[in-house]
Every structure is written in structure tokens, then in C-alpha cells.
């Protein structure tokens, strides 16, 4: 009798144990999935029974994660997204983040940005098993964005005092 069970699913590269340059790397990926604000794109990155806490949001498995993207994008509008890394050691990952976004289509609402840390924990075969974020969201104006249209995200310029100096 043959099997009919699903293939597992290739491995999400890379994998633990990190190194400095494959946890960078590993960063870098998460921040541009989340900048496509495509919960479909973005869920495939963690394990099935993921576990998350988003602030007071407590969410687990792939399923609920899409549900809280979904919700998540459709009130933050013009979502822009940088995550650094700040720490790391074998299979967990610290990084810090800002993302910036406005209440409305028009560039001309009111924008926010929030700041934050987050702590992974992955599987073996590379994705997120555990994501623990903590945030604090501010008002700004159009005027005090760092992510401005048309610019990478990562040459924008967060102020010292807002990102861990690097070494």
C-alpha cells in the first residue's frame, strides 16, 4: 500500500545553527517577505504550529498567522519595514525593527511608526517556530518618516539612539 502522505516541505534556508552572516541573512529575507504584506508569502516562513505573541495578540499555527496578517495590512496602509539583527545564538535570533505606516491610502494621513524587538526561535528545517514581539507604536508626521517612497529600506536612516549602535 502506497503512502499518501504530504511531501514534507524543502527546508527554509538558512538553517541553524546561525553564524553572523546567515542570521544577517536570515533577517533580511523576514523583512522583505513582510514588506510585500502578502500574508500568503510571508506564512509559509514558519512552522505549522507556530506560536507568536504580537504584543497582546496571542496566535498559533500557520492558519491564524495569515488571519492576523490579513487583518494587520488591511489597517496599515503604505507599510514600510526594517528589522535588524541585534543578537543571535544557534537556532534564536533577537532582532530590532521600525515600521512605519498611515491610517489611509493617502500619504497625506496620519502616519505612525513602531519600534521594537523581537525574539525567533526556529526549527531544523529553517522556519520560525516561536516569534515573541514587543512594540510600541507613536504618531508622527509625513514629514518625520525615515522609509520615504522610493527609498530601500535599509538606506534609511534610523537616528542614533533609536538603533544599537554597531561595532
Request: net charge negative; charged share 30%; glycine share 4%.
Amino acid at each position: 500500500m502506497s503512502s499518501t502522505a504530504a511531501p514534507a516541505a524543502a527546508p527554509l534556508h538558512p538553517l541553524p545553527p546561525f553564524t553572523s552572516a546567515t542570521a544577517h541573512t536570515k533577517v533580511k529575507a523576514a523583512q522583505d517577505k513582510w514588506n510585500t504584506c502578502d500574508p500568503a508569502l510571508v506564512a509559509p516562513a514558519y512552522t505549522e504550529d507556530s506560536v507568536w505573541r504580537n504584543r497582546d495578540d496571542f496566535i498559533k499555527g500557520r492558519d491564524e498567522i495569515k488571519q492576523f496578517l490579513t487583518r494587520k495590512w488591511a489597517k496599515e496602509k503604505n507599510y514600510r519595514l526594517r528589522k535588524e539583527l541585534f543578537a543571535f545564538t544557534d537556532n534564536k535570533i533577537a532582532v530590532e525593527f521600525w515600521y512605519e505606516y498611515s491610517e489611509t491610502e493617502d500619504p497625506s494621513s496620519q502616519w505612525y511608526r513602531t519600534y521594537g524587538l523581537e525574539h525567533w526561535v526556529f526549527a531544523e528545517d529553517g522556519r520560525m517556530k516561536s516569534r515573541q514581539m514587543s512594540g510600541n507604536t507613536i504618531p508622527i508626521a509625513a514629514t518625520e518618516r525615515w522609509f520615504k517612497d522610493g527609498v530601500d529600506v535599509n538606506d534609511g536612516d534610523v537616528p542614533p539612539g533609536h538603533i544599537s549602535l554597531k561595532e
